[in-house]
């Protein structure tokens, strides 16, 4: 019988493996991360940091090994138990938005919270807030297809955190945006990750965003290519600590879901 992960690792993963299609991408992967930790894994492109955070995320079944959540094991999970999973305690950003078309930003912001049963007031505040705070509140009434990509994406970050899940899966958040915006994105996600105790687990290829994390992983080959190294925050951990005060404003009213279809708003919809 296995051992149990640590009680301080909120997510612990032991020995996991996972290919696809016969190509290994992930090659005995063992990995701790504690509760509110802001965790960077690096690597070139190709290197396993979107099926890291896959298995991780219960979005992908490993193929060997563990993967423990609040001391409870993800790896034996079926598919329903994994998607109610992801729906209930995680949030997550990706490279592409992947918004509901049909809903407005504002829309596509409240409605993980509506799903969990907020109610509309407090649904629809939390997401004005949340995008004032990416700078895009002029548009939460606007749909998705009249937006820019980088206004897309900032309204996919802002969904991610209006429910305050317990861990925020990043995979290449800021790929759709220019420096200064990417590093906007990132204190905001990073501020508001500290602030709320929250799990942030960041994907990137870019070495500019690890200053923003408060350790670092480097995956090259599938393989964790060194131990895991804290990161010197310097100027970043000041300009989060000054975002940290207004992200933690936010208090939504409701428990936090993930990423939902469309099907379940007809009927709350403003």
């Not at 209006?162 to 800021?174: C, E, G």
Request: proline share 7%; aromatic share 4%; charged share 20%.
């Amino acid at each position: 019988m296995s051992a149990a992960p640590p009680d301080n690792d909120v997510l612990w993963a032991r020995g996991i493996v996972k290919s696809h299609h016969g190509t290994p991408a992930l090659r005995g992967i063992s990995l701790g991360i504690r509760e509110g930790e802001v965790l960077a894994v690096t690597g070139p492109r190709g290197s396993g940091k979107s099926t890291l955070l896959g298995c991780l995320s219960a979005l992908l079944p490993v193929d060997a090994g563990e993967v423990w959540f609040n001391s409870a094991p993800v790896h034996t999970l079926g598919r329903a138990g994994r998607e109610r999973l992801r729906r209930d305690r995680f949030g997550f950003v990706g490279s592409e938005p992947h918004l509901v078309p049909e809903l407005t930003a504002r829309e596509n912001v409240a409605l993980p919270l509506l799903l969990a049963g907020a109610g509309n007031k407090a649904a629809y505040t939390a997401a004005d807030e949340w995008l004032e705070r990416l700078d895009v509140g002029e548009i939460g009434r606007i749909r998705p297809d009249r937006l820019v990509q980088s206004q897309r994406q900032r309204i996919a970050v802002a969904r991610a955190l209006a429910p305050l899940p317990p861990v925020v899966f990043a995979d290449d958040p800021t790929a759709p945006l220019h420096r200064e915006a990417a590093d906007q994105v990132l204190r905001i996600l990073t501020s508001a990750a500290r602030s709320h105790q929250l799990t942030l687990v960041l994907a990137t290829h870019d070495p500019e965003l690890v200053r923003y994390a408060d350790r670092s992983v480097a995956l090259v080959d599938g393989r964790l290519a060194a131990p895991a190294a804290p990161v010197l925050r310097h100027a970043a951990a000041s300009a989060g600590a000054a975002a940290a005060a207004s992200a933690g404003a936010v208090t939504p009213g409701a428990a936090s879901p993930g990423t939902a279809g469309a099907s379940a708003v007809s009927a709350t919809r403003r």
